[in-house]
C-alpha cells in the first residue's frame, strides 16, 4: 500500500499569511494526488485535483504543486475562512489512502 | 441541487450488521463511480471502497474487505454499503463521496457506534 504522510501535522498562522502543507507518498504516484478542506463537524471539500487542478468554486489562493511523491498545498494570504484540517490523498492504486491531516489553526 | 444523502446508521453490537445508504439527487447518478469513506472520532479520513457506474468493478481496503459490501441501484439512484461482522474499530462517520480523480460531492455523513 501507498502512505500518504502529511507535514506538519499541525500549524499556527495569521490571516494574511502564506501557508504551505506537505504530502510525500511512499512511492510515486505521478499526479494522482487531491487536496480537500474540513472544518469540524462537516464533510470534506474537494480543492484541488491532480496535484494542481483548482475544484471549481475554490478561490485561486488555493494553489497545488508536485508530482511523483511531493505535493505542495499553498494558500496565498489566509482568510479566516481557511482554518481547518487539510487532507490529502492519492488515487494511484488501491487503496486509494489520505493522508493523516494537517490542522491550521489561528495564532 | 447536486447532493448526497446518507442514512442508515446507528447503534450495533459487535458482529451485528448495518445497511447504509446514500441518495443521490440533481446529476446523472449512473455516470459516476462512487466511494464510501468514513472517519473515526478525532482520527484522518479512511477510504473503503469503490464501485464503477456500472457497477462492474468495486475494491475494497483491507480492513473491511470480506466483511462489507458495496452496491448501487442506478434506477433509484442509490449506493449502499452492507456492513457485516462489526468491530469496535469500524465506529466512525461514514460517508458516500462521487467520483474518481478527486472527490467532488460528498454527503453530510452517518455515525455508526458499534459498542457492546
Known amino acids: 500500500d501507498i502512505q500518504m504522510t502529511q507535514s506538519p501535522s499541525s500549524l499556527s498562522a495569521s490571516v494574511g499569511d502564506r501557508v504551505t502543507i506537505t504530502c510525500r507518498a511512499s512511492?510515486?504516484?505521478?499526479?494522482?494526488l487531491h487536496w480537500y478542506q474540513q472544518k469540524p463537524g462537516k464533510a470534506p471539500k474537494l480543492l484541488i485535483y491532480?496535484?494542481?487542478s483548482l475544484q471549481s468554486g475554490v478561490p485561486s489562493r488555493f494553489s497545488g504543486s508536485g508530482s511523483g511523491t511531493d505535493f505542495t498545498l499553498t494558500i496565498s494570504s489566509l482568510q479566516p475562512e481557511d482554518f481547518a484540517t487539510y487532507h490529502c490523498?492519492?488515487?494511484?492504486?488501491?487503496?486509494?489512502?489520505f493522508g493523516q491531516g494537517t490542522k491550521l489553526e489561528i495564532k | 441541487e447536486v447532493q448526497l444523502v446518507e442514512s442508515g446508521g446507528g447503534s450495533v453490537q459487535p458482529g451485528g450488521s448495518l445497511r447504509l445508504s446514500c441518495a443521490a439527487s440533481?446529476?446523472?447518478?449512473?455516470?459516476?463511480?462512487m466511494n464510501w469513506v468514513r472517519q473515526a472520532p478525532g482520527k484522518g479520513l479512511e477510504w473503503l471502497s469503490y464501485?464503477?457506474?456500472?457497477?462492474?468493478?468495486?475494491y475494497y481496503a483491507d480492513s473491511v474487505k470480506g466483511r462489507f459490501t458495496i452496491s448501487r441501484d442506478n434506477a433509484r439512484n442509490s449506493l449502499h454499503l452492507q456492513m457485516n461482522s462489526l468491530r469496535d474499530e469500524d465506529t466512525a462517520v461514514y460517508f458516500c463521496?462521487?467520483?474518481?480523480?478527486?472527490?467532488?460531492?460528498w454527503g453530510q455523513g452517518t455515525l455508526v457506534t458499534v459498542s457492546s
Open positions: 463521496a462521487r467520483g474518481v480523480e478527486g472527490y467532488d460531492i
Open positions: 440533481g446529476f446523472i447518478f449512473s455516470n459516476y463511480g
Open positions: 464501485i464503477s457506474s456500472s457497477s462492474s468493478t468495486t
Open positions: 512511492q510515486s504516484i505521478s499526479s494522482y
Open positions: 491532480a496535484a494542481s
Open positions: 490523498q492519492h488515487s494511484y492504486s488501491i487503496p486509494y489512502t
